[in-house]
């Protein structure tokens, strides 16, 4: 059974630095992608970043490309999204998500992820 468990969420204010991580077990993830979205109060689930486990290829939504990495720790099982500048519309609660199943081309839609962490809150203060 796949488990996620997100940590390193808080309050930080505008311009500052955050750095998620996401412990994973309970499966193989030799072919996996892992994602990070986040959900705004009264928002949908966003799409935020991924990242093929086999290779390290990354991807990322426009708002975040330049502030935000993705990364991942093959020995750790831990996938890590370091956060810079940040802005107070990036506060949200943020999930890590898992696909099992190996794809040629990134999954940015919710949907299309079958196992979620529990998801941790980030707060940037203006």
């Known amino acids: 059974q796949v488990q996620l468990v997100e940590s390193g969420g808080g309050l930080v204010q505008t311009g500052g630095s955050l750095r998620l991580s996401c412990a994973a077990s309970?499966?193989?993830?030799?072919?996996?992608?892992m994602a990070w979205f986040r959900q705004a109060p009264g928002k949908e689930r966003d799409f935020v970043a991924a990242v093929y486990w086999s290779i390290g290829s990354t991807y990322y939504a426009d708002s975040v490309k330049g502030r935000f990495t993705i990364s991942r720790d093959n020995a750790k099982n831990t996938v890590y999204l370091q956060m810079n500048s940040l802005k107070p519309e990036d506060t949200a609660v943020y999930y890590c998500?898992?696909?099992?199943?190996?794809?040629?081309?990134?999954?940015?839609?919710?949907?299309?992820?079958?196992?979620w962490g529990q998801g941790t809150q980030v707060t940037v203060s203006s």
């Open positions: 309970g499966s193989t993830f030799s072919s996996a992608t």
């Open positions: 998500a898992v696909r099992l199943a190996r794809t040629s081309v990134f999954r940015t839609q919710a949907r299309e992820y079958a196992y």
